[in-house]
């Protein structure tokens, strides 16, 4: 078990890809699409999600690793264009890219960059689907794939959680679970639990959704050279 | 035995033979059939088992056009693992794939770490390098990759496995990938590798696997709407379009040579009756030439197939000469009187030609030896067809047809002028002579086998297209390291490793694909371990460097226990089989109880730098298959033409023992040995490159003009048969000349070398037949 679940890491890649396509798929957390409506449950979450449109946020992300003494900091921002683009631009403590289009993931930094297809790989295909399927609002395709447990915190100003554990027995190797909290349209955090113990924290904030981006625009968000990093 | 008695045995055996032959007709175009069976030579012999090893039994396909083209070549790559002729098809790392380079490597990572393990591994643990190590590892635990090092750092803090797959990716540089499909470098085309079952040169097998391969394409393409293109390269798909370019030309060659001669027939027999009872020496002879070679288990080539209708232009001289002799017989003549006239004739021009193939037929070629049999077979059994079935079919003998009357006239016509100008006759000898002199110190010989067999140059530049979108090793040139055992070879593939990767800094080279990649020796291997476990403090070293940078104490304990005690041994080539890097042992190959390892070269900047970068290391060759194949080639050509002059030499002998007259006995061989020699000299003249096939259809003009030297010698000594042997000869020089003429019009270079040689050839040695007759009357 030890030995499938870590030669899996070798994609580890596509499921950091997956850990940070969740982040836009709350709502506007600064109000840019206005009046804030609180899902009282799972279909209603969905709803909201499927109508978000294009996003961006800034996010922090905090790393814990058993290896490390103090947390790792990445901050950047992040992108979605429905159905399927999704653009990770970190800032902080380097700058790095990820972008997600056409059943490709592309990551660059300092050192090159690589393209994966992710058409061989069902972990990677069935994680970096899913992030679409939750913008998409797709509820049945995220049963397909997840156990899910929706809280509405009806007593925390309209706050709610909702946890996902992967139905497969190869993703659960890696990912235990994943943690959303947020507040009315706001998802305000993220949390990845992995099966070694170590997690990883998204905070978001400035969020804008309902974007539409012109063809240059698209170009320039979803490519390894990252637009401005102020929203 | 009554005439119709022998009519029916000839059918039904020729039937029989025929039925066996067509039953198990295969054929194959290997360029290996042309490459000497016995030689000697260890590099030889080494080029000659790698023709068809697994670097051979090899395809690349594209697809491209558009962004299901990965898509698509995943799914063509599965359908394709079902198919028979498959043994293994590789589109990309999946997660499988992913899972099985880890298990391999991973518990072996300490094994592994350096190729100069004293020197390297006590440098990496330094500690500044690992202070240097432990704020790359932080650096990297903040990147889009952090969760795969976060998963191997604990137990790998010095990125030993890291190290290892790097070292695996840049072997497979070819293909960028990662957890996707193959792609060509360019990123702009899907790319799927498969290994054959049979060999690419069984076209049979290749045809199917081909047509299936378009097949599946264009189903899934359609499913995914339709645009993408498909491009394959591997000798299979050229083996099998030069099959069917070969086919092509028999068919062609068979219409054209049938469709002449039976105008011939009519015009100069006023019957197809004729031709269908003279037919049937040609078929008889091919037919059980074909069955013999046939009999055993491997295929015949297509040349040989060619060259087996060069039978047709030889052996249907014998039933038109007893047909041409029948016709000026005194009528009411049975065939078998004129027989029995013109059968020491029949018999001594059947001898010569037969000893003059068998001289080919011991050939150190399996081609040429293929050939020289299928001749030496087939002569004999059309001779004996014409001596014994012929006449059962023939009637009483009638009077000679118009035609016949006139080439017979205007024969002795010539034959009496010439007489009267002896000048003329002796002249044309002396053109001859002078033809030869002239033309054949300027002969140009060309040595490449390759140019032999003519391939598609659509096909080429498609194969070209896709081995350019990998960066694939030259094809036909590698070094190779031989050992008796496998260690051993190892260790001297690490030693050819290191050369060629200095070669390659040198700029000799552009780089390698190495077995080194991949797997090294148990020497090197637990010289890394030892070298590892040597240092005693290692998890102290570790702790005070990765501490500094913010990783925790103990954090690598886990490291320092499997140093100590590694859960796995050393990797060797066994643990391979069943894992996604299976194909990286094809290059480690068992050679008659000896182990080669096969180094694949890019860019080579030439085999004497190459020969350079290995000197000194006993048992690693650099191995040029074109230039090897091409001094063989040189080496039997030149094995040929002395098996040329060696044929002539046996028939001039025959041919003084059998007329006890000097005089007649040169002037029977010299009407084939001024043709040959003037053949080459006009080949020579015209700058028309000549080749070992070439070399081999000296002696289809050397059998053929010797049998127009004693048909006039002969008619020399029995005058009252001038007119119609002159006139059998002129038919049956106009058929062979057809046939032959056909065979130069062919796309393959290797028949067309025949017809050209053989077509001019025997043309030369017609026009000497009336001075040999007017030369030898006078003696």
């Known amino acids: ?231 | 035995m009554n005439e119709a008695r022998v009519r029916w045995i000839t059918v039904v055996l020729l039937t029989t033979v025929g039925l066996y032959g067509a039953s198990r007709l295969e054929f194959t175009s290997s360029i290996k059939h042309f490459i000497p069976s016995e030689a000697d030579a260890e590099l030889v012999e080494l080029s000659l088992e790698l023709v068809d090893s697994p670097l051979v039994r090899r395809m690349v396909i594209s697809v491209g056009g558009g962004p299901k083209r990965g898509e698509v070549a995943v799914a063509l790559a599965e359908s394709l693992r079902a198919h028979p002729e498959v043994a293994w098809v590789e589109s990309g790392f999946d997660d499988q794939a992913l899972r099985g380079v880890y298990e391999l490597y991973f518990d072996r990572r300490m094994y592994l770490i350096s190729e100069d393990p004293t020197v390297e591994i006590r440098a990496m643990l330094e500690p500044e390098a690992l202070a240097g190590r432990a704020a790359d590892l932080r650096r990297k635990l903040a990147e889009p990759g952090s969760m795969l090092v976060s998963r191997t750092a604990p137990e790998d803090p010095l990125g030993l496995f890291e190290r290892i797959v790097e070292r695996i990716r840049a072997a497979q540089s070819a293909l960028s990938g990662g957890a996707g499909s193959f792609e060509s470098a360019s990123g702009e085309h899907a790319i799927v590798l498969l290994g054959l079952r049979s060999s690419p040169f069984d076209s049979g097998p290749q045809a199917k696997l081909l047509g299936y391969i378009d097949s599946e394409f264009a189903r899934l393409d359609s499913a995914a709407g339709g645009g993408l293109e498909l491009e394959m390269s591997g000798v299979n798909r050229i083996a099998v379009a030069s099959e069917q370019s070969i086919r092509g030309d028999a068919n062609f060659i068979s219409a054209v040579s049938i469709s002449v001669v039976s105008a011939l027939f009519l015009l100069v027999f006023r019957s197809l009756r004729h031709l269908a009872i003279a037919i049937l020496t040609p078929l008889a002879g091919f037919a059980v030439a074909m069955a013999v070679a046939l009999s055993g288990e491997d295929p015949v080539h297509g040349i040989t197939l060619g060259f087996g209708f060069v039978l047709i232009g030889v052996a249907i001289d014998y039933p038109i000469h007893l047909m041409n002799h029948h016709a000026f017989a005194p009528a009411g003549t049975r065939p078998r009187d004129t027989v029995v006239r013109i059968r020491s004739s029949l018999l001594l021009s059947g001898l010569t030609t037969t000893l003059a193939f068998i001289a080919l037929a011991l050939s150190d070629f399996p081609g040429l030896r293929e050939m020289g049999t299928f001749a030496a077979i087939g002569i004999p059994v059309s001779l004996m067809v014409t001596l014994v079935s012929i006449p059962a079919f023939m009637g009483p003998s009638t009077s000679p047809s118009p035609t016949q009357n006139v080439l017979a006239s205007a024969s002795i016509g010539l034959v009496r002028w010439l007489d009267a100008h002896r000048v003329v006759a002796a002249a044309i000898f002396g053109v001859y002579g002078m033809i030869s002199l002239a033309g054949i110190p300027q002969l140009r010989w060309e040595d490449d086998p390759s140019t032999l067999i003519a391939a598609d140059p659509a096909l080429l530049a498609e194969s070209e297209r896709v081995r350019q979108r990998i960066v694939d090793f030259d094809s036909g040139r590698f070094v190779v390291g031989l050992a008796p055992e496998v260690e051993a070879a190892l260790v001297l593939n690490e030693q050819i490793h290191r050369r060629l990767e200095q070669a390659t800094a040198a700029g000799h080279l552009e780089g390698i694909i190495s077995l080194q990649s991949f797997l090294w020796s148990q020497t090197l291997q637990r010289e890394n371990l030892r070298t590892l476990q040597s240092v005693s403090d290692l998890g102290d070293r570790i702790d005070r460097a990765y501490g500094a940078s913010g990783f925790r104490r103990d954090a690598f304990r886990n490291f320092d226990a499997t140093v100590a005690k590694p859960q796995a041994a050393p990797l060797r080539p066994e643990d391979f089989a069943g894992s996604p890097l299976e194909r990286a042992l094809d290059s480690l190959i068992e050679l008659d109880g000896r182990w080669a390892v096969v180094t694949y070269l890019r860019g080579a900047e030439s085999g004497e730098a190459i020969r350079n970068a290995l000197a000194g290391l006993d048992d690693a060759y650099y191995v040029d298959q074109k230039e090897i194949v091409a001094d063989i080639y040189q080496g039997y050509r030149r094995s040929t033409v002395r098996m040329v002059v060696f044929g002539s030499v046996i028939v001039f002998v025959v041919l003084q023992l059998r007329y006890r007259n000097p005089r007649h006995g040169l002037l029977a061989f010299v009407c084939a040995a001024l043709a040959a020699l003037a053949t080459y000299g006009i080949f020579g003249l015209l700058d028309v490159p000549v080749n070992v096939v070439s070399a081999i259809s000296l002696l289809v003009v050397l059998g053929m003009g010797v049998d127009y030297g004693i048909f006039s010698v002969d008619a020399a000594r029995s005058p009252e048969r001038l007119g119609a042997t002159l006139s059998s000869v002129l038919v049956s020089c106009l058929t062979s000349v057809f046939v032959f003429g056909a065979l130069a019009f062919s796309e393959q270079p290797a028949l067309r070398a025949i017809g050209l040689t053989t077509g001019i050839g025997i043309l030369f040695a017609l026009a000497l037949v009336p001075a040999v007759f007017v030369l030898a009357r006078r003696t």
């Not at chain 1, 709350?26 to 009282?40: F, H, K, L």
């Not at chain 1, 899910?148 to 659960?172: A, K």
């Not at chain 1, 909290?181 to 113990?197: D, I, K, V, Y």
């Not at chain 1, 539409?212 to 050279?225: G, H, N, P, V, Y």
């Open chain 1, 1 to 231: 078990m030890r030995r499938a679940r870590t030669g899996l890491a070798l994609i580890l890649p596509i499921f950091w890809v997956m850990s940070g396509a969740w982040i836009p798929s709350g709502e506007a957390a600064n109000g840019s699409n206005g009046e804030a409506r609180t899902p009282t449950n799972l279909d209603s979450l969905m709803e909201l999600l499927s109508t978000s449109g294009g996003v961006r946020a800034r996010f922090q992300e905090s790393r814990h690793l058993s290896i490390l003494t103090d947390p790792i900091e990445t901050d950047g921002m992040l992108y979605f264009a429905p159905p399927d683009r999704l653009a990770r631009h970190a800032n902080r403590p380097g700058r790095s890219s990820i972008v997600v289009q056409a059943g490709r993931v592309t990551f660059g930094d300092e050192t090159g960059q690589r393209t994966f297809d992710l058409s061989s790989s069902v972990v990677a295909r069935t994680l970096v689907s899913n992030l679409m399927v939750v913008f998409r609002g797709d509820l049945e395709s995220l049963r397909a794939q997840h156990l899910i447990s929706f809280h509405p915190n009806g007593g925390n100003g309209g706050g709610w959680t909702l946890e996902l554990e992967p139905r497969s027995r190869i993703v659960r190797g890696i990912i235990e679970r994943v943690r959303f909290t947020g507040t009315g349209r706001q998802l305000t955090a993220m949390e990845t639990h992995e099966s070694n113990g170590d997690r990883t924290i998204l905070r978001f904030s400035d969020i804008e959704t309902g974007l539409a981006w012109d063809t240059s625009e698209l170009e320039r968000i979803f490519s390894l050279d990252p637009p401005d990093a102020t929203p």
